[in-house]
């Protein structure tokens, strides 16, 4: 039979791992909306919009 050490030492051994593979999951979506963001940014009516918005701030 386990002691109560080797016990807790086995259950905090059983998630090892867990939270490398949810920052790399989160890497990975941060990444993908940078994407998005990037290609909504540089489209065409997004920089024809953001012209005619500083235009007429400047005006």
Known sequence: MHSI???LRLCRL???GVTTAEY???MLVGVGLAGVLLKVVL????RIAL???IGR???
């Not at 489209?43 to 997004?46: A, G, H, I, L, Q």
Request: charged fraction near 20%.
């Open 57 to 59: 701030a400047l005006t």
């Open 5 to 7: 050490r080797t016990r």
């Open 43 to 46: 489209s065409d009516s997004t």
């Open 24 to 26: 790399a999951i989160c």
């Open 51 to 53: 012209t005619n918005i």
């Open 14 to 16: 059983g998630d090892a």
